[in-house]
Nanobody
Framework: QVQVLESGGGLVQAGGSLRLSCATS????????MGWYRQAPEKQRELVAT???????NYADSVKGRFAISRDNTKNTLYLQMNNLKPEDTSVYYC??????????????WGQGTQVTVSS
């Protein structure tokens, strides 16, 4: 079973920066869209940013201009650079990978989440 491994969360003051990383535990045959989602306590999981295999990006309005998503296809790795963090960005951040290990098993893979806490 492919695992999705996230890192880079932590505690930061408002206005600060963090960089999240996410990688798959094994080499995938193909990775399509990758993305970051977040879920705050008692709230639904929401999209933060996605990036396609071709590099097209999509951001939630709340993070546009502050967050940047990128990927390294040679390493099956996804990044999220978060700048000018706000207390409302406090959430558990999840990495999502839409990928295939073989030509017949495309599916979504989720990480366990990494906590980001922004203090005011």
């Amino acid at each position: 079973q492919v695992q999705v491994l996230e890192s880079g969360g932590g505690l930061v003051q408002a206005g600060g920066s963090l960089r999240l990383s996410c990688a798959t535990s094994e080499t995938m045959l193909r990775i399509h869209t990758m993305g970051w989602y977040r879920q705050a306590p008692e709230k639904q999981r929401e999209l933060v940013a996605t990036i396609t295999g071709g590099g097209s990006t999509n951001y939630a309005d709340s993070v546009k201009g502050r967050f940047a998503i990128s990927r390294d296809n040679t390493k099956n790795t996804l990044y999220l650079q978060m700048n000018n963090l706000k207390p409302e960005d406090t959430s558990v951040y999840y990495c999502n990978v839409d990928g295939s290990r073989t030509p017949w098993d495309r599916q979504d893979y989720w990480g366990q989440g990494t906590q980001v806490t922004v203090s005011s």
